[in-house]
Structure formats: C-alpha cells, structure tokens
C-alpha cells in the first residue's frame, strides 16, 4: 500500500447502526458506519490513488465469476462511472448476473462489463489507457454460507467519488462518501478491516483506528 498523501479539507465519522443480535455471553453485532470526506483532488487523481493503495484491483471488480459476491443486496453495481475514453464521455459499469447456484448456498454471478468497446479494460488500467474518470462509484457486498445453512453475515461496502461546486469555491471540491457494514461481529470492532486499511491515504487519519474509537465512544 502508497502512504498516506491526501490532506482532507473535511471529515465526518457517524455510527449508523451498532446493535447485538445475539446474547451478552455470545454478541453477535452488526455495525454500520458512514464516512465523509471532502478534498482537492479530482474524481480521476483519486481514482489512481486508490488504484494503487489496492482498493481498485480484481478483487473489488471481478472480471471472471464469483461466488456469494455482488454489487449489493439490492442492485448496485459492482463498479460504475463515468469516464472520457477516446474523447468521448462514457458511462461505463461492472454488473452481477446471478447465474444461480447450488441449493442456493453458493450463488454465482458473472460479471458484465458495459459499454461493449470497454468490455475488456478494466478499472485499474483506466490510468495505462488514458481513460480519465470524471466520477465513480464502488459496490461489494459478501454473504457468509456455513456449510448448507444460510448465514446472516454479511460484508457490505459502497463508496462514492464526485466533483462538486461549493459555495464560494470557484474551483470546487471532491466529495467521498463510504458505508461499511459487517454483521456478526463477535465483538465492537471497526467493520470491513481490509477495506478501511485501502481507504486509509489521507495525511494523519488512520481511518480503522478512527472508526474504532468513533465505536468505543458509542
């Protein structure tokens, strides 16, 4: 991972949910937390950034099928944006198609890349092929399976990146929002570690430290 090199004009930490399901002897929590950030750089210097901090890779947009790993609960995304490629602006998006699954335990979805001509890049080598992104959006969502037994834990992340004007501000600003959400927890802890450690480049905020003490405080 880059060292930190961002300096975030504005930062906000809210806990949108932190509740146990199960018991005192054995918690079973689900914490959910919301992120603002805003800063000077543009959707598409933000987005080489998190290209190599390893947030942008594969793993987060899959090109070839997965298991039990989607956009979201609904029907996000995997990956969306709007970029300029050959002059041109362009919506470009991974989606999930369900292509179903063993007694539905194990679900497959293949992803599908649109627009046709794109169909082979993916967003990582955006910055290698001169694809500038004027805005971005990032979806995961991972439903846990024990054995035959539908399980209720989940992981779900969203992170959203646009260039917006602000008052008084003629040259504006970039805001970034995340929702982190991971269930089952077996105790009070930051959710969704290896994503925080990837959005963690900004000068002074080690984001799954912040986020803990933002859980401890309650």
Do not use: Q
């Not at 008084?168 to 105790?187: H, Y």
């Not at 925080?196 to 309650?218: N, P, Q, W, Y």
Request: with cysteine.
């Amino acid at each position: 991972m880059k060292e930190a090199i961002l300096g975030a004009k504005h930062k906000s930490i809210r806990i949108k949910e932190l509740k146990n399901y199960g018991s005192s002897r054995r918690p079973l929590y689900t914490i959910a937390v919301e992120i603002e950030l805003t800063v000077s750089e543009s959707p598409d210097a933000l987005h080489k950034i998190f290209t190599g901090s390893g947030l942008i890779t594969r793993e987060t947009v899959p090109f070839e099928v997965v298991s039990n790993f989607r956009g979201s609960a609904g029907d996000k995304t995997f990956y969306s944006a709007l970029v300029v490629h050959e002059g041109i602006t362009k919506k470009y998006e991974v989606v999930a198609r369900d292509t179903g699954g063993f007694l539905r335990t194990r679900i497959k979805y293949e992803p599908v890349v649109y627009p046709e001509e794109l169909r082979l890049t993916h967003p990582a080598e955006f910055s290698r092929m001169n694809i500038e992104v004027i805005e971005w959006e990032l979806h995961n969502y991972k439903h846990y399976f024990m054995l035959l037994i539908a399980s209720k834990r989940y992981e779900s992340f969203d992170m959203w990146v646009k260039r917006e004007r602000g008052e008084g501000e003629a040259s504006g600003f970039t805001s970034i929002k995340v929702n982190l959400t991971e269930s089952e927890l077996r105790e009070k802890k930051a959710p969704c570690s290896w994503y925080l450690k990837r959005v963690s480049v900004f000068e002074g905020i080690d984001m799954e430290e912040e986020v803990r003490r933002k859980i401890e405080m309650g």
